[in-house]
């Protein structure tokens, strides 16, 4: 059974911490991706990797880092973590194939930043 | 932004009845995706409609695309409550990314 898997589902930090959110695919997909969800707003691509270390900007990038050191794992980094980034975040990854593929989801990591 | 719309941003109707939702989108796609989330939890991939493809149907899933308009339809025939989720259209472009747009939530009736 294929699985994304991500290390926390819910989660609170304080203003100004660094923010670590993790996640873990057994598919061996070359592409995976970071978004959050806001209330209204749907899912907003944050960050985009299509293999180890490559990473792209997505829409809203700023405040976030991210890093792919291994095939399998794509970290979320807040460097700060401030009050507006209290969203539920999604990771993803697909394998692009020729290009008519589906994304599957982990279950979510909701972060609350007080 | 890529991100895509989608109307209505709720809907609610009896069981028994069908669903409509429509997707608007930005850019050029290589295929149109449906979503399916419950609440609190990650999204679940329902369909796919390739950008030659005009219509697919899947079970009670019914999808439609007009790339010329930029948009597509979910039908979902004869709902049953536990259809009652937010449904999201998702396009993949060209490079492989994937916009989704800002969902429908359908409560079904029992």
């Known amino acids: 059974d294929v699985k994304v898997t991500q290390s926390s589902r819910y989660l609170v930090k304080r203003t100004g911490e660094k923010v670590f959110l993790e996640c873990v695919q057994d598919m061996d997909h070359e592409n995976m991706f970071w978004y959050r969800q806001d209330p209204g707003l749907g899912l907003r691509l944050i960050y985009f990797?299509?293999?180890?270390?490559?990473?792209e900007k997505g829409d809203i990038p700023e405040g976030y880092s991210v890093s792919r050191e291994k095939k399998e794992r794509f970290s979320l980094i807040l460097e700060s973590a401030s009050t507006n980034q209290t969203s539920m975040y999604l990771c993803?990854?697909?394998?692009?194939?020729?290009?008519?593929?589906?994304?599957?989801f982990g279950q979510g990591t909701r972060l609350t930043v007080v | 932004s890529q991100q895509g719309e989608e109307d209505p941003q709720a809907l609610s109707i009896q069981e028994g009845e069908n669903a409509t939702m429509n997707c608007s989108y930005k850019t050029s796609i290589n295929n149109l995706q449906w979503y399916r989330q419950n609440s609190g939890r990650g999204l679940v991939h329902l369909i796919l409609?390739?950008?030659?493809?005009r219509e697919k149907h899947s079970g009670r899933l019914r999808v439609t695309l007009d790339t010329s308009k930029k948009s597509s339809s979910l039908l979902i025939t004869a709902s049953r409550a536990a259809d009652t989720a937010s449904y999201f259209c998702?396009?993949?472009?060209?490079?492989?990314?994937?916009?989704f747009g800002t969902g429908t939530s359908l409560t079904v009736i029992p």
């Open positions: 998702a396009t993949e472009n060209t490079g492989n990314q994937f916009y």
């Open positions: 409609i390739r950008s030659n493809e």
């Open positions: 993803a990854s697909s394998s692009p194939g020729r290009g008519n593929t589906e994304a599957f």
């Open positions: 990797s299509y293999d180890v270390k490559m990473k």
